[in-house]
């Protein structure tokens, strides 16, 4: 029997039988000749491991990396994804622990119903994960622009950055991690009232090209010129959030339907200032985009 078959059988029944010992026991009567035989927990292959622990949460993940010296070695190879949303206290001091061990990670949850995250916490991160690619730290609302300035010195490749909430950032250290995470696809800043400003939207717009999702809902200094910005700067936004946005008027959503063909979902609740010539905008940039693409069908 093959190694990869083998380690299918002991999979399937280390699930059915419930234990190392049982397993052992199943296994002494089917011509495996030993080959796949477990004196103790710590004996399961990693292959076999990282099977079982993708069925179960991220926090018996968390516990199951405790095990042993042979446990924690292969979580730390083998995982990739984690979120420690169910850590309701002492979140910080488990991520100062836990993202040494954690290097290939490339999605982090850390949404909170409670701030509990530091800036020793995402700088830790930054020293360690730099395969990251995705990253909510939604309700942090202890972190301050430490924080943005690490993420930008050490996850560059960030593609998904989720701040919403996060009410300390400045407009300057938003600027400075768009300069760095260029790759950005998706970005929320719903709420970040002091960061997403039309001086960060112009960053935005002149260093992600990539964009294709930015909530700014409730981002009361947002105005026509930094989504202009967007606009010019961010052809491919596909949605785009500005509830709440009360100093934008007509020209965004113009700049917008000119600029950003891509665009599905426009939010623009409670923005006082457009009017229908906005929407008329709107709707003749759909019907033109529309032409446009079947006129490229009809030609092939």
């Known amino acids: 029997m093959r190694g990869t078959e083998g380690l299918d059988l002991s999979f399937e029944k280390l699930m059915v ?25 710590k004996d399961i292959p990693v292959e076999l ?9 991220d926090r018996t993940v968390v516990v199951a990396s405790g095990v042993c010296q042979g446990w924690r070695d292969a979580v730390s190879w083998g995982l990739t994804r984690l979120s420690l949303s169910w850590c309701k206290k002492n979140m910080n001091n488990l991520v100062l622990t836990l993202v040494p061990k954690f290097t290939k990670l490339q999605v982090l949850i850390l949404r909170q119903d409670s ?3 530091q800036d020793d916490a995402v700088e830790k991160i930054a020293d360690y994960c730099h395969d990251l690619n995705e990253l909510d730290l939604s309700k942090s609302f202890r972190l301050t622009d430490r924080s943005l300035y690490a993420l930008a010195r050490g996850c560059p490749d960030l593609v998904k950055l989720n701040i919403s909430g996060c009410t300390a950032f400045s407009d300057n250290a938003l600027g400075y991690l768009t300069g760095f995470c260029q790759k950005l696809k998706f970005l929320n800043l719903c709420g970040c009232v002091r960061a997403a400003t039309d001086r960060a939207l112009k960053a935005i717009g002149y260093n992600c090209h990539q964009l294709q999702s930015l909530n700014l809902g409730w981002c009361e200094r947002v105005g026509d ?35 950003c063909l891509h665009l599905k979902s426009l939010g623009l609740y409670y923005c006082q200032n457009i009017t229908d010539r906005a929407m008329y905008s709107l709707a003749q940039s759909r019907v033109k985009n529309k032409h446009e693409v079947l006129a490229s069908v009809k030609n092939r």
């Open 225 to 259: 010129e930094g989504v202009k910005s967007l606009a010019y700067g961010c052809p491919d936004l596909r949605a785009l959030d500005l509830c709440g946005c009360v100093l934008i008027t007509d020209e965004s959503v113009v700049a917008l339907a000119n600029n």
């Open 49 to 57: 491991l990282l099977r079982i622990l993708s069925l179960v949460d």
């Open 115 to 117: 701030p509990q995250l």
């Open 17 to 41: 039988f419930g234990g190392v010992e049982n397993m052992n026991r199943i296994n002494s009567g089917d011509g495996l000749d030993g080959r796949l035989r477990l004196s103790e927990w």
